[in-house]
């Protein structure tokens, strides 16, 4: 069993946290490259950044999910806060990290974040009920959007019990096995769903943008390739 | 000759005559991701899009339905499917893995698109609402691009678009002789009725400013244009006509880029032509939203685009617009269109001007970036066969939005919310509100040294009909 545990928080681990890293790093590379071949590409290159850059940090602020659909904005705020804030500053990780590597920083009281933990299982539970219960996003949802959400949440209930072995009906270290597996699956899972959007957010209201800014003789090229240039409309 | 068929708006014959649709719309679907700048976009939300469902709840149409094919999401998601299948790597090998089971484009799948895609006005409400910048009035725009290259397309926007680039060289076939005509009409009417000697200059070369209204405005609302020739009279404004083209309608804007483009370079030729240095545009929405893009085809020097209601605005506030000292009585309000206030561009000066005039002016809400789109938006009021959906359901929120006013008057400064709100108010009993253009206002309030007969106050020749296409 420990054999199993080192394994994936050791090899393991790193193997898909440079997955996660570096399959983030060529999606947003990859978009890079498409906003400065759409820049060069633009007839008018004077690009609205200010209204972009507005337009992207407005959705950090907790407050911007309200809005069209306050419960399920509300619901989703309080979920992004848990699952960023709990494991990136529970104590126990950061020791791990830097034991690992010699890297640390200020950690969050253990109660802090194990309520902000419980926080974001109980609204990941409800983002799938909420999503189920209106009739726009459930027409709207496959099985990804039922799925990440818990997929999200599973290590942190086996962290959850991890940390309260009051909580845990089952033995501790095959507790702590599954804790390491589902964070191990989970950053597999980042760069090829759309919880890339945790790096490719920035992006998102600036693609919008360019794609209205025509290239100048995209649509004669275009009736070229189709040779349809010539035909009367 | 028009099929109706399918589709709820007629579409041409040959439409119904393409064959081997899946693969042209695919052929058209790559040579678009290659030349244009919608891959940057298309990919950001076929991997990202969340599927939240905020845009439900900003979409007008879809607050009325109640209808699942309503929701901006899931129109947008018709194309995001299919550039998901064919145009990444992990749909090309998941169609790889599953076979005959893969999600394949077949000839239904675009006719529903035809259908969809014209249900909504790209009106960019929802825009603001998508946490991920999920444009769905993007995504329109480019699928109805892509339909247009199989030659889905209602056959009131080709048939407009080819008049123009092929056939009288405006929207409307109006001659030159016609619009001659009319423009000295228009003066006399301005000398007799408002006592002021405004012209309509035709041809003047060097002239500061080229004029492009919707030409419809010629034929359907005389009154906003004399409010133009005579703000351009009172303030000393130096503009012009060119009778080389007098159009600035821009119908490439609801179905072709490849259309737009070219509709846009004509206009720039013809500014050239006159050696014009600013592009004067009418109230009409599209147009001026269309005109913003001439920096993208006119090269070194590009001409400086001006609304006419930036325009009187700047002419107002700089004293050079005098007003009588009594203020239109009616109660007034203004309808944003969607093209002018969007992302905000224009919201500011029209009310200013409003307030200037009206005694009483009040706000419809929402309202300005947030408004709600009159309904016709996109192109789809040339459609005159589908107008029980336009009216009925896509106009049904502005209906409420307008009688919630208690307006006398609604100030609607595009040719296309013109002609829609006047259906509207049709069609949702609205009898005693009369739409108007802002420049129709302004001539009533403009004090031009003469007692004007009382009379003229609210006198109009225009006359909205049904039937006759507008810009
Ligand atoms: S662009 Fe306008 S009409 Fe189209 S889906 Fe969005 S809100 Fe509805």
Avoid at chain 2, 458 to 470: F, K
């Amino acid at each position: 069993m420990h054999g199993w545990l080192q394994w994936l928080q050791g090899p393991v681990f790193w193997a898909a946290l440079c997955f996660a890293v570096l399959g983030l790093a060529r999606r947003l590379g990859l978009a890079v490259a498409q906003i400065r071949g759409a820049l060069a590409r633009a007839g008018d290159r004077r690009v609205g950044y200010r209204a972009v850059w507005r337009g992207t940090v407005r959705w950090l602020s907790p407050a911007a999910p309200l809005g069209a659909r306050p419960l399920f904005g509300a619901t989703s705020a309080l979920f992004h806060l848990g699952v960023i804030v709990a494991p990136l500053f529970l104590a126990g990780h950061i020791a791990l990290i830097r034991d690992a590597v010699g890297l640390a920083w200020p950690a969050l009281p253990n109660a802090a974040a194990t309520a902000l933990a419980l926080a974001a299982v109980v609204a990941a539970v409800a983002l799938v009920i909420e999503r189920l219960a209106s009739r726009a996003t459930r027409s709207l949802s496959g099985f990804q959007e039922y799925a990440l959400p818990l997929v999200v949440a599973l290590p942190l209930v086996t962290g959850l019990l991890v940390m309260h072995p009051a909580w845990n009906p089952a033995p501790y270290e095959p507790m702590l096995l599954l804790h390491a597996a589902t964070a191990d699956l989970l950053l597999v899972l980042v760069p090829v769903t759309k919880l890339s959007h945790v790096a490719l957010f920035p992006v998102t209201q600036l693609a919008t943008e360019l794609a209205w800014h025509f290239a100048p003789d995209a649509g004669a090229k275009v009736g070229l390739a189709l040779g349809r240039e010539g035909e009367p409309i | 000759m028009a099929t109706r068929g399918k589709f709820s708006y007629y579409v041409e014959p040959r439409a119904l005559q393409v064959a081997d649709r899946p693969r042209k719309f695919l052929a058209a679907f790559a040579a678009v991701l290659e030349h244009g700048n919608y891959a940057v976009a298309l990919d950001s939300y076929a991997r990202l899009v969340a599927r939240c469902g905020r845009c439900a709840a900003s979409c007008q149409l879809y607050a009325v339905t109640g209808e699942d094919q309503d929701i901006p999401c899931h129109r947008s998601e018709l194309l995001l499917r299919v550039y998901r299948r064919y145009f990444t790597t992990a749909g090309l090998l998941k169609a790889r893995v599953s076979g005959a089971s893969a999600f394949t484009l077949t000839d239904d799948y675009l006719d529903r698109m035809g259908e969809q895609f014209y249900r909504c006005t790209a009106c960019r409400r929802c825009r603001v609402e998508c946490p991920l910048g999920v444009d769905h009035g993007l995504v329109t725009h480019l699928a109805r691009w892509l339909l247009a290259e199989i030659d889905v397309v209602p056959k009131a926007l080709v048939a407009a678009v080819r008049e123009q680039l092929e056939g009288a060289g405006n929207t409307s076939a109006v001659s030159v002789a016609g619009l001659k005509d009319t423009c000295e009409f228009l003066e006399e009417e301005l000398r007799d009725t408002w006592g002021v000697e405004a012209k309509f200059p035709f041809d003047v070369e060097g002239a500061e400013y080229v004029f492009f209204p919707a030409v419809s405005d010629y034929l359907l609302e005389a009154d906003t244009l004399m409010g133009n020739a005579a703000v351009m009279h009172v303030s000393g404004g130096s503009w012009t006509i060119g009778t080389g083209n007098f159009d600035g309608i821009n119908y490439g804007l609801f179905y072709s880029d490849r259309m737009f483009e070219r509709i846009i370079r004509r206009l720039i030729a013809e500014v050239r032509r006159l050696k014009g240095r600013k592009v004067l545009v009418g109230e009409c929405g599209h147009a001026t939203r269309s005109a913003w893009c001439i920096p993208a085809y006119a090269g070194a020097d590009p001409p400086e685009v001006v609304n006419c209601l930036e325009y009187a605005w700047r002419m107002l506030e700089a004293g050079r617009i005098p007003l009588k000292p009594e203020r239109i009585p009616e109660r007034v309000t203004y309808h944003d269109p969607c093209n002018l206030a969007r992302v905000g561009r224009i919201t500011e000066e029209p009310r200013e001007i409003l307030k200037a005039i009206c005694a009483d002016y009040v706000e419809m809400t929402p309202n300005r970036t947030r408004n709600y789109c009159c309904g016709g938006g996109g192109g789809t009021v040339s459609l005159d066969e589908i107008r029980p959906f336009r009216t009925g359901l896509m106009g049904r929120k502005k209906a409420e939005q307008i009688r919630a006013t208690g307006a006398q008057l609604v100030v609607a400064p595009c040719a296309n919310c013109k002609k829609q709100l006047r259906e509207v108010c049709e069609d949702h009993g609205l009898e005693g509100v009369k739409v108007v253009g802002l420049h129709e206002l302004l001539l009533r309030a403009m004090d031009f040294g003469v007692a004007a007969p009382a009379a003229a106050a609210g006198a109009g020749l225009a006359a909205a009909g049904d039937s006759s296409p507008t810009g």
